[in-house]
């Protein structure tokens, strides 16, 4: 099974942007659908983005369209999330997440492996 550690988090100013990445081990991510998650303090973990093994298809939540964006680097066996703009309502540890079935979008039961999480904070 796949191992995923997140980095790039930290504290950053409204307006700002930051790039997270999710490093992947055990295996090769090119098997995998890719997903990034958030958790705010208080809420639900929600879908942020999703790509698909070969890039061809890429997914947003309506909140971070034009504003994140999800990559792969498939030889790197890592995921990105560039994320621009940053509100503080973008505040939230940040999870990637690997799926191997055919098909997965948004919903958490389609991923199947997760990383422990990266924070992402952001200053009024």
């Known amino acids: 099974q796949v191992q995923l550690v997140e980095s790039g988090g930290g504290l950053v100013q409204a307006g700002g942007s930051l790039r997270l990445s999710c490093a992947a081990s055990g295996r090769t991510i090119n098997t995998y659908i890719m997903g990034w998650f958030r958790q705010a303090p208080g809420k639900e973990r929600e879908f942020v983005a999703a790509v698909s093994r070969g890039s061809t298809r890429i997914y947003y939540t309506d909140s971070v369209k034009g504003r994140f964006t999800i990559s792969r680097d498939n030889p790197k066996n890592t995921v990105y999330l560039q994320i621009n703009s940053l509100t503080p309502e973008d505040t939230a540890v940040y999870y990637c997440?690997?799926?191997?079935?055919?098909?997965?979008?948004?919903?958490?039961?389609?991923?199947?492996?997760w990383g422990q999480g990266t924070q992402v904070t952001v200053s009024s």
């Open positions: 997440a690997a799926s191997d079935r055919l098909a997965a979008t948004s919903g958490l039961e389609m991923y199947d492996y």
